[in-house]
């Protein structure tokens, strides 16, 4: 059951990001005490499986970080550890385990970007080929890119720490709403999701960083540096603005109405987002949540 569950999921393509469920459900389940024993065992008779199926161990690898993500948020369920630093502990554990599957490929395969780097433009490559044929680009704009293009893909590695954190963030985040939802859990009210006041002086260092080297320091590594943090912290901000949304909307008796706004932010998240992230930032001086209680 777990294999097949966790392997329809993870092969669903569209459904992929909800992998870790199954080994979420039958980890919590405190009623079989071999359940956690055939929850190890599903996933190694799974990674068989898969490498038989792929010849490779990526695959495998890559279905390992779900399967960590399932029983780690468990863990953090049942155990009524405080939601923002359960989160925390799950994302920082399984970014971990993914540095170290990158050393071991690294020592294994030899260093991985080239590859990964001729794979990203070959891709943009693609895109603008099509747009080029459907003409959903003006020449100026697709001249542009066509120049561009190289620095934009060095541009999106140097950035890749930060995107792949705010990937397993939305994983995470994702399966603990619907682990929440569908298995009936009590608890961890996602709406009282805060991130530390004392968090904005390092937003308002990496601001003034970003500034100072722009205009006057200009070191390459330093500029690298500073727009990863900038969007780690856009993703903590992102996150509070969420809770501070779902709180009001808590009050609202239509689900119809709730979805209908959740759909708006996920549709038009490029320009919403920002609205949502400047939502939690102002949370900080204005506590929302305290005056929608109040």
């Given at each position: 059951m777990?294999?097949?569950?966790?392997?329809?999921l993870?092969?669903?393509?569209?459904?992929?990001?909800?992998?870790?469920?199954?080994?979420?459900?039958?980890?919590?389940?405190?009623?079989?005490?071999?359940?956690?024993?055939?929850?190890?065992?599903?996933?190694?008779?799974?990674?068989?499986?898969?490498?038989?199926?792929?010849?490779?161990l990526?695959?495998v690898?890559?279905?390992?970080?779900?399967?960590?993500?399932?029983?780690?948020?468990a863990?953090?369920?049942?155990k009524?550890?405080?939601?923002?630093?359960?989160?925390?502990?799950?994302?920082?554990?399984?970014?971990l385990?993914?540095?170290?599957?990158?050393?071991?490929?690294?020592?294994?395969?030899?260093?991985?970007?080239?590859?990964?780097?001729?794979?990203?433009?070959?891709?943009?490559?693609?895109?603008?080929?099509?747009?080029?044929?459907?003409?959903?680009?003006?020449?100026?704009?697709?001249?542009?890119?066509t120049?561009?293009?190289?620095?934009?893909?060095?541009?999106?590695?140097?950035?890749?720490?930060?995107?792949?954190?705010?990937?397993?963030?939305?994983?995470?985040?994702?399966?603990l709403v619907?682990?929440?939802?569908?298995?009936?859990?009590?608890?961890?009210?996602?709406?009282?999701?805060?991130?530390?006041?004392?968090?904005v002086?390092g937003?308002?260092?990496?601001?003034?960083?970003?500034?100072?080297?722009?205009?006057?320091?200009?070191?390459?590594?330093?500029?690298?540096g500073?727009?990863?943090g900038?969007?780690?912290?856009?993703?903590?901000?992102?996150?509070?603005?969420?809770?501070?949304?779902?709180?009001?909307?808590?009050?609202?008796?239509?689900?119809?109405?709730?979805?209908?706004?959740?759909?708006?932010?996920?549709?038009?998240?490029?320009?919403?987002?920002?609205?949502?992230?400047?939502?939690?930032?102002?949370?900080?001086?204005?506590?929302?949540?305290?005056?929608r209680?109040?």
């Amino acid at each position: 059951m777990i294999v097949l569950g966790g392997l329809a999921l993870y092969g669903s393509g569209l459904f992929v990001i909800f992998t870790p469920l199954p080994f979420f459900y039958f980890w919590q389940k405190k009623d079989l005490s071999y359940n956690r024993g055939w929850v190890l065992a599903s996933f190694l008779i799974s990674g068989l499986l898969l490498f038989f199926f792929y010849h490779t161990l990526l695959p495998v690898a890559y279905y390992s970080l779900f399967f960590l993500i399932g029983i780690l948020l468990a863990e953090v369920l049942f155990k009524n550890l405080e939601i923002g630093k359960g989160f925390l502990l799950v994302l920082g554990a399984v970014f971990l385990w993914s540095l170290l599957l990158l050393a071991v490929f690294w020592y294994w395969s030899g260093n991985p970007i080239p590859e990964f780097r001729a794979s990203l433009l070959s891709l943009v490559e693609q895109v603008l080929s099509l747009n080029q044929k459907k003409s959903s680009l003006s020449g100026e704009e697709l001249l542009f890119m066509t120049q561009y293009k190289e620095v934009f893909v060095d541009r999106l590695i140097r950035t890749t720490p930060s995107l792949f954190l705010v990937s397993l963030a939305t994983v995470i985040w994702v399966n603990l709403v619907m682990a929440r939802r569908f298995f009936r859990l009590s608890g961890h009210d996602l709406t009282s999701w805060k991130v530390n006041d004392k968090a904005v002086w390092g937003l308002i260092f990496i601001g003034i960083l970003y500034f100072a080297n722009a205009y006057s320091i200009r070191i390459g590594w330093l500029t690298d540096g500073v727009i990863n943090g900038l969007v780690l912290y856009g993703m903590l901000y992102f996150m509070q603005g969420m809770a501070v949304v779902a709180s009001f909307l808590g009050r609202r008796p239509s689900s119809l109405f709730r979805m209908a706004v959740y759909l708006v932010i996920f549709l038009f998240v490029q320009t919403v987002g920002f609205m949502v992230i400047g939502l939690g930032l102002f949370d900080i001086w204005f506590d929302f949540r305290k005056v929608r209680k109040g």
